[in-house]
């Protein structure tokens, strides 16, 4: 990895207080932080799951961002690419020597058009 491959700009945010479980998953503007914009790789997945057989089909929006290495990273973020917010559901170290880090991050929508 090389800082030459940090395309894009995220913005990180501090969650402040989650309100349910649709909050802890899909944070509001009202429920976050500003704390700094970073540059980034980003590869993006799509997972779909039906949660509930009684109820529409979920989609996991996943995002992972690579970022230079920062010591402030916690899964009580959030990110913003575009103009969404993404929880980040988990922080890893990619090179043992903490320069590199992946924000493993997603939102969860309905989707009624999936089957």
Known sequence: MTVGKLRE????????????AHQIFNPSRE????????WTKREDKIQAARWNAMETLNILEKKQFIIRHRKDLSTDMAVEFGDKLYKVLAVQDLDNMKQWTMLLTGAVCADEGWN
């Open 31 to 38: 429920n976050v932080e500003f704390l700094c914009n970073v």
């Open 9 to 20: 700009r995220i913005g990180l945010y501090k969650v402040i207080s989650p309100q349910g």
